[in-house]
């Protein structure tokens, strides 16, 4: 074999296992119903974040927001109708993940690790804690990602940035939400609070990623 043709089959080798599969709606059908196609490339997540946060996280988490108090009676009483009704999920395997709005007092703030938090009591206030608030510096979870209906696992190429999108969505928090706010002195302070959560089950707590924050004077 001739050195011109060993150098292009070895490129061409290299160039198919480079691949990943993506969705492609006019290919074939997967094993779960999804149409893929090999393709080559991947998206910048902490771009993609900032390019979709306006357009399409916060209209998306506004849109589906109810009150905290009403959504927890409503869970207690009918988890699957709820659910279904104010919640959203990627899939059957996956759980449910809420917006909320509503005001709060903070009763007590956890700033002893970097994923810190804040107790929250919602309006009507009993003086007991309904669920907690992220605070940071660390934000973890998924709700942000995971509640956006027009973008899905099978939307990227490379899944590691399906992973990472996640962080970038929090990072966004962080930015523009708890970046200029000094948590250890805000207990007893009220807000307007509208954020996510995912929901794991009744006998789980639910901790409140916010994408909205406004403390009362």
Avoid: H
């Avoid at 393709?39 to 390019?51: F, M, R, V």
């Avoid at 990227?156 to 962080?167: E, H, I, K, M, S």
């Amino acid at each position: 074999m001739r050195i011109k043709e060993i150098i292009f089959l070895s490129f061409l080798w290299t160039a198919l296992f480079s691949c990943t599969i993506v969705k492609n709606d006019t290919g074939q059908k997967g094993e779960e119903g999804n149409a893929y196609a090999f393709s080559i490339g991947t998206i910048d997540p902490k771009q993609y974040a900032n390019d979709i946060w306006e357009s399409m996280v916060i209209p998306r988490i506004e849109s589906m927001a109810v009150d905290f108090g009403a959504l927890a009676a409503g869970l207690a009483s009918d988890e699957a109708g709820t659910s279904g009704e104010a919640g959203y999920r990627l899939s059957e395997r996956n759980n449910y993940n809420f917006a909320v709005k509503g005001t709060v007092k903070l009763l007590s703030i956890d700033t002893g690790s970097a994923s810190g938090s804040a107790a929250l009591d919602f309006y009507p206030f009993d003086g007991k804690e309904d669920c907690r608030l992220r605070t940071g510096p660390v934000l973890q979870g998924y709700a942000l990602r995971d509640i956006q209906s027009g973008i899905s696992p099978n939307s990227f190429v490379n899944q590691v940035d399906w992973a990472r999108l996640a962080t970038e969505l929090n990072n966004k928090v962080k930015e523009t939400v708890l970046a200029n706010v000094d948590f250890s002195g805000m207990a007893g302070k009220e807000a307007e609070l509208l954020g996510v959560f995912t929901y794991e089950g009744s006998g789980a707590g639910i901790t409140i990623t916010p994408v909205r924050l406004v403390f009362q004077d």
